[in-house]
């Protein structure tokens, strides 16, 4: 009986504890959910495996709550400067409305949802949800709104344990502080602490241990090093033409890029040699003047390249066609690791990156539908849900 009564206290404090912990950190999701507002500067730093080599960014973090955009409901722009790498300084991204814009490694993303929604949508990959455009990335999460969304994640997850530490005192500072293990399957995947203002209910800190405990492990912290939730932004500073007003030159740049390969339609295809993947052969385009080529240029870190490249494995089959995918890294164990994963169909070619360039490749995935005659008939840039219908019908074309 008494075992009984002592596991009833124990099974009666773990509950009022659990009870106690998501109840406070639902307290914190809520006051972050109710900035209207938010302008902050942070410095993200990145710790890589291995090496301990650590890289860090500056972000000028802008969000503001949209309640007109049924697909997010916020609007923000991030810009990002770092002294340790000067070649960041000028990347930015942008949200709102449905357009996004991503500028990174000398390249600008542009995804436009009454052009195409798919982009914007959460999908799965495997059990794993992914993001849709406009949430996905390290330095979106960094926003109140995304560290809200994360939290609430983390308590859906009865696996997970969270401790919760009010009105801790930090640099006489009053804060609460919440420390997160994350689990999968029973095995800790990461270790996160956050820490808000307890007056403002702002972000202070963040750090986040991926892998913990493991060789591979990755350490990203978040320092805030200021946050106003009190001024708010003038009228359309979050427009699209505002944005463009202040990005103007780098995008008209990347945009008349993008226009330039468009503009290859109905002309010469310009002639090229690259090296095989995994081969000490070549292939060079004039060699192949006997059917239509479809010439596909992707980037292996982009979802939409493998769907594009998916939709590619229809026309395997096809002996009437060739497909050549081309990609702009060097050939490397990595990108055959990722040829062998992926069954990328058709002749696979490496270091095609000036290759992108002379076809005036701006945005991946881009496709060129070759003849026979060495004529561009048609260029598919960016991912189409439609796409394996288009090409079938471009292709019938040539057939009369």
Not at 72 to 84: K, P, R
Not at 280 to 296: G, T
């Amino acid at each position: 009986m008494i075992k009984k009564i002592i596991c009833l206290i124990v099974s009666s404090f773990y509950f009022i504890t659990v009870f106690s912990e998501t109840n406070q950190v639902s307290q914190i999701i809520s006051r972050l959910n109710q900035i209207e507002h938010y302008r902050g500067e942070a410095l993200f730093r990145v710790t890589l495996p291995m090496t301990d080599e650590e890289v860090e960014y500056r972000l000028s973090l802008r969000c503001q709550r949209n309640p007109t955009d049924t697909l997010y409901g916020y609007s923000y722009f991030i810009d990002l400067t770092s002294e340790s790498n000067p070649a960041i300084n000028g990347n930015f991204i942008y949200y709102d409305s449905g357009n996004y814009y991503n500028f990174s490694n000398q390249r600008l993303r542009e995804y436009h949802a009454e052009e195409d929604t798919a982009p914007f949508h959460d999908k799965m990959n495997n059990q794993n949800e992914l993001p849709g455009i406009h949430r996905s990335g390290l330095f979106i999460e960094e926003l109140p709104m995304e560290i809200a969304s994360r939290l609430q994640r983390y308590l859906s997850n009865p696996e997970n344990r969270i401790r919760t530490y009010s009105d801790t005192l930090i640099n006489n500072r009053k804060c609460n502080a919440l420390y997160i293990d994350e689990y999968i399957n029973g095995e800790i995947i990461r270790s996160s602490v956050y820490i808000f203002d307890s007056e403002s209910g702002t972000p202070i800190f963040k750090e986040v241990e991926n892998n913990p405990g493991h060789l591979g492990s990755q350490t990203v912290t978040v320092k805030y090093i200021s946050s106003d939730i009190k001024t708010p932004f003038p009228n359309n500073f979050f427009s699209e033409e505002n944005f463009i007003e202040q990005k103007g030159n780098i995008i008209a740049t990347f945009r008349s890029n993008y226009f330039k390969a468009n503009n290859l339609t109905g002309k010469t295809a310009p002639n090229f040699s690259l090296p095989l993947l995994n081969d000490e052969k070549r292939f060079d385009l004039s060699e192949y003047e006997d059917r239509p080529l479809i010439l596909a240029f992707v980037d292996t870190t982009s979802s939409f390249c493998k769907n594009t490249l998916d939709c590619a494995k229809y026309f395997s089959d096809n002996k009437n066609l060739l497909w050549i995918t081309l990609l702009s890294e060097k050939n490397s164990d990595d990108l055959i690791k990722y040829q062998e994963q992926n069954e990328l169909p058709g002749i696979v070619t490496c270091n095609a990156q000036s290759i992108a360039a002379k076809y005036g490749i701006a945005n991946y995935p881009t496709l060129f539908v070759i003849s026979p005659e060495r004529k561009i008939i048609s260029v598919q840039i960016g991912y189409d849900p439609d796409l394996i219908e288009n090409l079938q019908q471009i292709l019938e074309t040539l057939k009369d």
